[in-house]
DNA sequence: ATCTGTCCCGGGAACGGTACCGAAATTTTT
DNA sequence: AAAAATTTCGGTACCGTTCCCGGGACAGAT
């Protein structure tokens, strides 16, 4: 814009030449000598000629762009993750607009609308908290656009979808609580329409049941995600009835505000309670005491997502490659007691 | 793409009538009958149309997307600060294109590139640390892109600004840890050569001056946020010499470490120490001592941005608007001694 | 009956590239 | 020397819009 940005056709008018050879030239296409082309070059680069993108795209019907529909940025998982698609999807020469869901249906319905009329060559989808519904995403599928899932995927649709071993990693976990000692381990769960979550669970589950250690119901919470709900089913699990010796929190913070509501009430943490989180934020490290949790890899996931839809998009060949990525439980001084 | 997207003419075939007839029918123009403009509105919908989008953006000159420049979603400051972006672009029917410069010069020079080169109508720039120089946006500038830095600004550019006052919370802070008691004073600085570093590190020092308090260079410690600096720099600061009685960091995670470390060699904090920190995360609630910081205000400085950057593109008139978004201060148990 | 004005509409030129096709120029082969 | 092959280039259509310009129809005014 501005001023008057050169093009393709003054190239050619001032050299005398017609607009496909420079074309041709700048594209180092073959049917041109070196000659012109060197001089085409030489005169773009004098001229400032940039090419116009937009032209390109509408001749092309490419954008070379990646569509990325994410809950959260302040969440660091997803912001992790955005930070391996980025990395990959611009060494491949394409860009990324992300989409914030904030984890609702509707937003997220929008900037599926919005990135596909912005005509993207491919979508990397982490569905909202309260996804449960897919045929957004199918009217996506059948206009043939590449869709990979990553984390938060949907199960159901028939497209790549990379995610992490929830289920072992839960399993892994409860059962590194039962290791130390632990009887009534408390668990924190997220929306049960979420594959995610369901994995957390269930892992929870047959870890107990694989120690035969009996599912109390009232142990279980569900989180909302709402200011003061930590506070008010941490009251509730440790107020009511006989106290659990264990956590396991859906979430560092979340952890992190029960551990701290529990010293307050004078319990010491690992000896009366052993705590483990997820995400494994940098935090765990300076809080006392340091806290376990569970190191999700956020990166890799949004790399392996991106080269998924890569070769997806170059390929032109329907896959419905599923790639899991290992968690990998880090235990800290929260809960360990031997 | 895909099948056979419909297209204006082919609803213009379809109806027996003119493509510009059926563009000015959906455009809501006035030069159509309302019968017409029924019969194209009825049949664009049946035939699922969808404008394409790069089409319109090649003829118009025209893309409605900003590019945003950040160092990195994965800092909680601009992921919060793109929230306000986008919430603002997005009702304006905007599109937001994110970049992270990861704190380099390159990767900032890069990513202006290829966000000029996809045509956004205007940029919103926060520097990277490394940023020294503003060549790169002065090139947009001489381009006519509408151009709108927050927090990490470019001083010297004529373009406008929005910033958070750091010199007046930055003394603010310090006069409080002052009134506290605090005779010697670390102060944690980041990069000189970034107008926000200045700015802290002369509050500081100006409060120390207001209140007759000798300035330590000794107590002046400057962060290179590599990995093991703060364990380095806090030794420093606690082994050469007189311990300082107050700390300033420079955000909330190393003020953190810098906690855990000074209660593992058995300080009492704020008792021997009194720590405040930057950023305000929601941890600060949950940590004991609980830990005063200050509350700046990203959401606020995107949402600020955002308008006046769409307010410039819109009028074309060349402002330099500056916009001071006020931080708080978050006062908890880690810096109250009475 | 002619003129003026309003209302609709169609034709076609852009926007700035890419790519196909054919042709001229040059070289190689027969 | 003629034919064939190869290299290099130009012409042009096209991608799907928007928008200017001009023209036809029809009304009311003269």
């Given at each position: 814009?501005?001023?008057?940005?050169?093009?393709?056709?003054?190239?050619?008018r001032t050299?005398?030449?017609s607009?496909?050879?420079?074309s041709?030239?700048?594209?180092?296409?073959?049917?041109?000598s070196?000659?012109?082309?060197?001089?085409?070059?030489e005169?773009?680069?004098?001229?400032?000629?940039?090419?116009?993108?937009?032209?390109?795209?509408?001749?092309?019907?490419?954008?070379?762009t990646?569509?990325?529909?994410?809950?959260?940025?302040?969440?660091?998982?997803?912001?992790?993750?955005?930070?391996?698609?980025?990395?990959?999807?611009?060494?491949?020469g394409?860009?990324?607009m992300?989409?914030?869901?904030?984890?609702?249906?509707?937003?997220?319905?929008?900037?599926?609308?919005?990135?596909?009329?912005s005509?993207?060559?491919?979508?990397?989808v982490?569905?909202s908290?309260?996804?449960?519904?897919?045929?957004?995403?199918?009217y996506?599928?059948?206009?043939?656009?590449?869709?990979?899932f990553?984390?938060?995927?949907?199960e159901?649709?028939?497209?790549?979808q990379?995610?992490?071993?929830?289920?072992?990693?839960?399993?892994?976990?409860?059962?590194?609580?039962?290791?130390?000692?632990?009887k009534?381990?408390?668990?924190?769960?997220?929306?049960?329409?979420?594959?995610?979550?369901?994995?957390?669970?269930?892992?929870?589950?047959?870890?107990?049941?694989a120690?035969n250690?009996?599912?109390?119901?009232?142990?279980?919470?569900?989180?909302?995600?709402?200011?003061?709900?930590?506070?008010q089913y941490?009251?509730?699990?440790?107020d009511?009835?006989?106290?659990p010796?264990?956590?396991?929190?859906?979430?560092?913070?979340?952890?992190?505000?029960?551990?701290?509501?529990?010293?307050?009430?004078?319990?010491?943490?690992?000896?009366?309670?052993?705590?483990?989180?997820?995400n494994?934020?940098?935090i765990?490290?300076?809080?006392?005491?340091?806290?376990?949790?569970?190191?999700?890899?956020?990166?890799?996931?949004?790399?392996?997502?991106?080269r998924?839809?890569?070769?997806?998009i170059?390929?032109?060949?329907?896959?419905?490659?599923?790639?899991?990525?290992?968690?990998?439980?880090?235990?800290?001084?929260s809960?360990?007691?031997?």
């Open positions: 814009m501005s001023k008057s940005d050169s093009t393709i056709r003054d190239i050619a050299l005398g030449i607009k496909s050879t420079v041709r030239a700048l594209n180092n296409h073959y049917d041109v070196q000659e012109t082309a060197r001089k085409v070059k005169l773009a680069l004098k001229m400032d000629y940039q090419p116009n993108v937009l032209a390109r795209q509408l001749k092309l019907q490419r954008t070379n990646l569509g990325v529909i994410i809950p959260e940025t302040i969440n660091r998982f997803f912001a992790k993750a955005v930070g391996g698609i980025q990395e990959v999807a611009n060494s491949a394409y860009n990324v992300i989409c914030q869901s904030n984890e609702t249906l509707t937003l997220e319905q929008n900037n599926l609308q919005t990135l596909m009329s005509k993207v060559d491919g979508l990397l982490s569905v908290r309260q996804t449960d519904r897919s045929d957004h995403f199918q996506a599928i059948n206009k043939d656009i590449p869709l990979v990553f984390d938060r995927i949907l159901e649709l028939a497209v790549p990379v995610y992490s071993d929830n289920f072992d990693i839960s399993f892994q976990g409860t059962e590194h609580l039962i290791q130390q000692g632990c009534r381990i408390a668990f924190v769960a997220g929306p049960l329409h979420l594959f995610n979550s369901r994995n957390r669970l269930n892992g929870y589950l047959e870890a107990l049941k120690n250690i009996p599912v109390l119901e009232s142990l279980i919470v569900q989180a909302n995600y709402q200011a003061g709900h930590v506070q941490t009251r509730h699990l440790f009511a009835g006989e106290a010796d264990g956590i396991f929190a859906i979430n560092d913070i979340s952890a992190l505000e029960m551990m701290h509501i529990l010293k307050m009430r004078g319990l010491q943490i690992p000896r009366d309670v052993a705590v483990l989180g997820f494994n934020e940098v765990c490290d300076f809080v006392e005491p340091t806290l376990s949790s569970i190191e999700h890899p956020a990166f890799d996931m949004g790399v392996a997502a991106t998924i839809l890569l070769k997806q170059s390929s032109k060949e329907i896959t419905q490659q599923k790639e899991l990525i290992k968690s990998r439980l880090v235990i800290r001084e809960s360990r007691r031997y």
